[in-house]
């Protein structure tokens, strides 16, 4: 399952979704950040921010990743290439995954 995912633009604006399809995640990229940050864009608006990665739990089963709030609701950049977002969300959830692990509650 993904995560939740709530980004910002560069000037601020939220966008969020709300998915446990991989896919249709990847769909929401491809159409935003194209629009979001334009080609030729300066390069000083930076990066596209993930304000928040929440898990979901849409079958009732358990969280797809541990729902550490030291973790979840820290800000982070994702590149503006919509074919590199998800394996980003990968990483920073392999992170997140480490830090939980190195520092238990």
Do not use: C
């Not at 990066?47 to 969280?63: C, H, K």
């Not at 920073?92 to 480490?98: L, M, S, T």
């Amino acid at each position: 399952m993904m995560p939740r995912v709530e980004m910002r633009d560069p000037f601020g604006m939220m966008f969020r979704i709300d998915t446990g399809i991989p896919g249709m995640l990847q769909a929401w990229f491809e159409e935003w950040l194209p629009k979001l940050y334009r080609a030729g864009t300066e390069r000083d608006f930076g990066d596209p921010v993930i304000m928040s990665v929440y898990p979901l739990n849409p079958d009732g089963t358990g969280y797809d990743w541990p729902a550490d709030t030291r973790y979840i609701s820290q800000p982070f950049h994702i590149p503006r290439d919509p074919a590199r977002a998800l394996d980003a969300l990968a990483a920073r959830r392999a992170w997140i995954d480490e830090q939980i692990k190195a520092n238990p509650r």
